[in-house]
């Protein structure tokens, strides 16, 4: 499986497991996010975020990188429920990203009207 099949694969099961689709909040984590509502996944991902902060803090000191591809892995997998969540997958991301391919961060910033 690629990657970006993983992604989608994941996406799938997530959509699953929605209220509206029989997800089982006894049975499944996601089931239990999405029932429980958009506080409980928020903030998770606000935890999750500040723990790839420490985790990478940590390789900085010389720490292990492992650490941090499963914190990362951890913010991943909450954002994608919060997309799903919100009618949005991760290939709404990944079309954006494509959008901005080639696109200079600097560029970007000085074409947009407010700066
Ligand atoms: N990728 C994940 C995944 N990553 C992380 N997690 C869960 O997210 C939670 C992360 O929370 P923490 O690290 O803060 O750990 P914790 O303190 O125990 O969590 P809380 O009690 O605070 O919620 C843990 O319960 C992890 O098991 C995940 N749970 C599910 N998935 C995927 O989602 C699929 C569907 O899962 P279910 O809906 O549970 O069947 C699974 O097959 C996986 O592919």
Same mark, same amino acid.
């Given at each position: 499986?690629?990657?970006?099949?993983?992604? %989608?694969?994941?996406?799938?099961?997530?959509?699953?497991?929605?209220?509206?689709?029989? @997800?089982?909040? !006894?049975?499944?984590?996601?089931?239990? &996010? =999405?029932?429980?509502?958009?506080?409980?996944?928020?903030?998770?991902? @606000?935890?999750? %975020?500040?723990?790839? *902060?420490? %985790? %990478?803090?940590?390789?900085?000191? @010389?720490?292990?990188?492992?650490? #941090? *591809?499963?914190? *990362?892995?951890? &913010?991943?997998?909450?954002?994608?429920?919060? &997309?799903?969540?919100? @009618? #949005?997958?991760?290939?709404?991301? =990944?079309?954006? &990203?494509? /959008?901005? !391919?080639? =696109?200079?961060? =600097?560029? !970007?910033?000085?074409? /947009?009207?407010?700066?």
């Amino acid at each position: 499986m690629t990657q970006e099949n993983t992604l %989608a694969a994941l996406a799938a099961v997530i959509e699953s497991r929605k209220p509206t689709n029989g @997800g089982n909040p !006894e049975t499944s984590y996601v089931a239990r &996010l =999405l029932a429980k509502g958009s506080d409980s996944f928020l903030k998770k991902i @606000g935890e999750e %975020a500040t723990e790839v *902060v420490m %985790a %990478a803090k940590d390789v900085d000191y @010389g720490a292990d990188k492992d650490k #941090l *591809v499963y914190e *990362v892995a951890d &913010l991943w997998f909450h954002s994608m429920v919060m &997309l799903a969540h919100y @009618g #949005l997958s991760a290939q709404d991301v =990944l079309r954006e &990203l494509a /959008r901005r !391919e080639g =696109l200079s961060g =600097l560029v !970007e910033k000085a074409q /947009r009207s407010d700066s």
